[in-house]
Nanobody
């Protein structure tokens, strides 16, 4: 079993930066591929970024490519999402997700991840 807890959300202005963290507990964090998703009311969960178990493979949604960076620290059982040049359309609840696996596969669908955090709100004002 994997427990995930996100932190770092908040209210910022357009153009600002935020760094989200997702702390994992449970077994073998280094065996987990991790992802970040976001959701706004009335819409389906949207893929943001994913990182493989070692951190040397990452994949991003086109909407965040060049602005967001996903990274991980396996010694701290934590994955990060650095968000720069934030836009109002980035406003959402951001959730991290995990799946066991050591393959370099871009997992972009929510159903591919069995473990989820509770989410953290990010609000970007114009």
């Amino acid at each position: 079993q994997v427990q995930l807890v996100e932190s770092g959300g908040g209210l910022v202005q357009a153009g600002d930066s935020l760094r989200l963290s997702c702390a994992a507990s449970g077994r073998a964090f280094s065996n987990l591929a991790m992802g970040w998703f976001r959701q706004t009311p009335g819409k389906e969960r949207e893929f943001v970024a994913t990182i493989n178990w070692s951190g040397d493979f990452t994949y991003y949604a086109d909407s965040v490519k060049g602005r967001f960076t996903i990274s991980r620290d396996n010694a701290k059982n934590t994955v990060y999402l650095q968000m720069n040049s934030l836009k109002p359309e980035d406003t959402a609840v951001y959730s991290c997700a995990a799946v066991y696996g050591r393959t370099e596969v871009a997992r972009t669908k929510a159903r591919e991840y069995p473990y989820w955090g509770q989410g953290t709100q990010v609000t970007v004002s114009a």
